[in-house]
């Protein structure tokens, strides 16, 4: 069965890495001691091996080794024995390009639905989605298409923020951004904030953390829901 | 010869559509009575029709006639004939796959480069750099490729915001986004402050406008340049 985290951000302001995720991420890896990490998403063009460092860092508190799976002479080999997963975040287009020129995306959405655990954070948690269409993330480089692994039936926006009422900024809104995506897709979106996270076990889907999450279906209002709701968006 | 201004947006807050910028337009369409307006980038989902008639409305005022792109035939022989060109702004990937499926992209910049009166804000100044991988927008739709039509030998960042030094959202600033670009591509960017425009007349390119602009080139610490500056960055 399913076993995910999705998260909307790897740290709060003024917190460490993962900090704030140290008891959800514990429950998820429970009886796993080694996973594989995909840097690919490189935030601030950080190296592989140092993003790797960064995150074997954080997990070595849970009694977690983490490899990087851009070190394996045969990555697609090394997801389906892997024991699970953490995808961090960066940017968007470039983690889906590697993945998808490596032909790995639809190795890993096998690993997960088989059970898995994975863990995502930001970029890592878009590519859990439907597809790509509403990341936050600058199109630095043009992946072979915007699919991603649809392990769940939705679209996330990592990050979400609510509109800046005192704003004399023209940049598009987050909820306008997203009005724009459905007046060209019918997939629903779910914009977790910064401290908000999807829970998948099994079938059943809720989401989680310290704030409610907006919820975008398309020709509705949106509309939010508080933490440990079930979604049944599609 | 060029004759081009690409601006960060097409209103200042508080103000009326494109009124900052009249005196600019007015010397950009010199003798010209009538344009032509690409309304594809359709900002928070506006129709192509409801979207000409507002920008007809502002260029009333400079005796200028308006007509939509979509509303031709032939949209190739239309541009090939056409006095002047807006295009508005809106979604980029919108804007971009529209173009390039009709086959107007390379159409567009051939007429440009010969000499018709192009304005652009927003989505529509993207258009006019080596590619569009410095939009701000959210990637709503799969264009065929990223490519644009470089008119300047740069790309461009609509919209430009310095880091808020008070934030405690953990999404990237414009200027970690531009830096990501540059981990994977050469081209310089300009990032042009709402209220502030680049101006092309032949060889010669300026920034104008009320503010400061930010110039970021790879292996470079991004500086500014004052109103007035000839550009020769690419």
């Not at 999705?6 to 429970?30: D, M, R, V």
């Not at 849970?62 to 990087?68: E, H, N, R, T």
């Not at 598009?172 to 910064?194: C, D, M, P, W």
């Amino acid at each position: 069965m399913k076993n995910i985290l999705l998260a909307s951000t790897s740290f709060l302001f003024g917190e460490e890495y993962l900090a704030y995720l140290k008891p959800a991420i514990s429950e998820l890896f429970t009886g796993v001691n080694e996973i594989i990490f995909l840097p690919f998403a490189r935030p601030g063009g950080i190296s592989h091996d140092d993003y790797v460092q960064k995150v074997a860092l954080a997990f070595a508190s849970f009694g977690i080794a983490v490899k990087g799976l851009h070190t394996f002479n045969d990555p697609k080999t090394a997801i389906m024995e892997a024991k699970g997963f953490f995808t961090g975040g960066g940017n968007t287009f470039l983690l889906v390009k590697q993945l998808q020129e490596q032909g790995l995306m639809s190795v890993l959405k096998d690993a997960v639905e088989q059970g898995a655990p994975y863990l995502g954070t930001s970029a890592g948690s878009n590519i859990a989605g439907v597809n790509m269409k509403t990341t936050n993330d600058m199109p630095i480089v043009y992946p072979p298409s915007f699919d991603t692994m649809s392990l769940v039936p939705f679209n996330l926006n990592p990050h979400y923020l609510d509109p800046d009422p005192n704003s004399k900024h023209n940049g598009e809104t987050r909820e306008i951004r997203i009005k724009e995506f459905h007046t060209q897709n019918a997939t629903s979106v779910v914009g977790l904030r910064e401290g908000s996270w999807i829970r998948v076990a099994g079938e059943n889907i809720t989401v989680e953390g310290a704030f409610d999450s907006m919820i975008f279906e398309q020709g509705k209002q949106p509309y939010e829901v508080k933490p440990g709701t079930q979604l049944h968006v599609v």
